[in-house]
């Protein structure tokens, strides 16, 4: 709908409302007073609709509930034909009569974007169109109003059927079902709410609150009008006030929009205080938008490839698709994208309020944006880091396992062969002899190859997990070792590489360097932490920049974010400590 | 109480067990080249014994080990790997089975292991 024809409805509105005033007046009503408390909600109703639907329609240009809220207008209006002195306007002026009422249900099923969405929706506007149809043809078919002079010109042309009682039973039963349609009506409207986000139900709370009240005055009268209830006049006159007050209802949801521009003051003030946009900004919008869901995705650079989205710590992260429930909008800087705002679809609604929230915002989204391209290429760094870690573990492995199936298999069918050998030259005991040694020889070969294979990777590791491996590492040691305790957890391959190294370098040093005569090991997790402790009763004074193993090892367990140190005071001992990460 | 099935995917170890083994009195009646194999195997010669190789190509010597145990005729078995006992702890606490590194294979070491089942008379003989 393009501003220009919106300027013309708008002009036709008010010539509608003008007229609407002044009908009872122009068309000379000479059938009965007039009723000036009716007459003036139901003008107050027609005029309130339009007026708000047209500023609808203005604010939102992507909605057309503005032009539903328009046609509920009309729609009343179109009651006021009946006014005219003449049969047949009466006639279709009051088979218009309750014709308002589906295309409310329908502002109400459809609010705020003017579109029916689900299935279970048009469901719902269906039935109200077509109840509304049914039931006013039913009646209007069997109308037959009497009126006493002066006015027994006026009769209904469209009642042909029946006679008046039956249109008296069928405006009692009809009646009924009516009130049946609202409440499915409102039913629809109070499960959206219940189903919405904050934001969502902020917009939606209007409609929660005036539509409840104008149901409830609207069964009332539905009812009392066929005859269920008495005091209809008196139920008319003050029911049609909150049905003429409810798009003010609307209003208050567009009038919300400035409400938030306040809250976008605020933003400018709470940002200016904290310290370090990044880790804020999320809280900071989340606050002031009513949308705890919101988050901010930052456009970076090409690091290694194409530009991609990351999350305010660095990491990687999607925009969502559309249709997945969630709205987008970008944040552009010379026509290009740098962020955008993940949020609840609600705020959508509300353009005007996400715009002025970005406009604020600006700085602190490209500071934030600084931080995350920079969090994202350290990431970047680390997980490279770490898949070095791994692939050197990927290849001892590999190098283990063609050991063991190479030259370990080839060897011991040599040792086989030997003490075969041996065992046939019993008549040669000079042969026996050398092949005796041969064959320990060969068993002190393969012996150390194991050794070999063992230190590149122990497969008990692979195997059994962590606390096995650990477990045969300290028998080995060649220091006295115990392990106090070790979890019987399995965890990811890094993880249990790295703590395995960790216990046998540090077991190697204690027996090497530190001279020490015990060492006690104890693995243990505590929340997502693995906690590596090894003491030993050695000379200390232990180095990490001297060389040691124990550098290679800083870097294993800093590759899988983890921490580790030393603590080795000359004459004192060694305490060797390393916390992994070991979350799922 | 000396027949016996040797089960590994190297040749070159069948062939030399099968000698040792024969040597010190026992009769190889079968030998599979993997676990699917073996267990067929074990089925259709009833052995006293299973010489079992821990990793095979197809399955895990210690799952080939629930399976075999799993139905009768449910023969003895000793492990065996080119790896030593340390390597696989963990799993022969948890299973009891006995275990010999490949190097220290003889019949006698064999017996040993299968304790009263290897005498005529034995317990479960």
Known sequence: MSRRSLILIGLAGLAIVILSVAAPYLTVHDYGPVDIPVDL????????????????????????IGLLMMAVGLAWFAIRVSWIPDALAFSVGSALTDIWMPVLAHVYVSFPSGRLRQRRDRLVVALAYGWALAAQLAYTLTWHPVFSRPYAWIHNVFGVLGTQHINDEIARVTSVATVA???????TVISHWRRATPPGRRVLAPLVWSGVPTAAWFAAQQLSGAGWLGGATMLNAVGLAPAAA?????????????LGRQAVGDLVVELGRRAAPAEHLDAALAQVLGDPTIR????????????????ASGQAAQLPQAGSGQGVTTVDQEGEPVAALVHDPALTDEPELLEATVAAARLAIDNARLQAEVRAQLEEVRASRARIVRAGDVERQRIERNLHDGAQQRLLALSFALRMAESRADGDAELKAALGDAANELKDALSELRELAQGLHPAVLTRSGLAAAVGAAVRRASVPAELAEAPEERYLPDVEAAAYYVVSEALAN??????????????????DVLRIEVVDDGVGGADTAAGSGLIGLADRVAALGGTISVVSPAGAGTVVTAELPCGA | MNRIVIVDDHAGF?????????????????????GASAVGEVRAVQPDVVLLDVQLPDADGFDVADMLLAAPPRPAIILTSSRDAAAYEADLARTGLPFVAKEDLSGSAVRMLMGGRACPGGPLS
């Open chain 1, 246 to 258: 409810l798009p003010f209802g609307f209003l208050i949801g567009l009038l919300r929009t400035r």
């Open chain 2, 14 to 34: 069948r062939a030399w067990a099968r000698a040792v083994l024969a040597a010190d009195g026992f009769s190889i009646v079968g030998e599979a080249v993997d």
């Open chain 1, 41 to 64: 909600t139901g003008n107050l109703a027609t005029a309130s609709f339009l007026a708000v639907g047209w500023v609808a329609a203005w604010r939102r240009p992507q909605s057309r």
């Open chain 1, 296 to 311: 901010v995705l930052y456009r970076v650079g090409p690091a290694s490839g194409g530009t991609r989205y990351v999350d």
């Open chain 1, 510 to 527: 204690a027996g090497k360097h530190a001279s020490a005569t015990v060492a006690r090991v104890s693995i243990r997790q505590s929340g």
């Open chain 1, 181 to 187: 349609v609202v409440a499915v009506v409102l039913g």
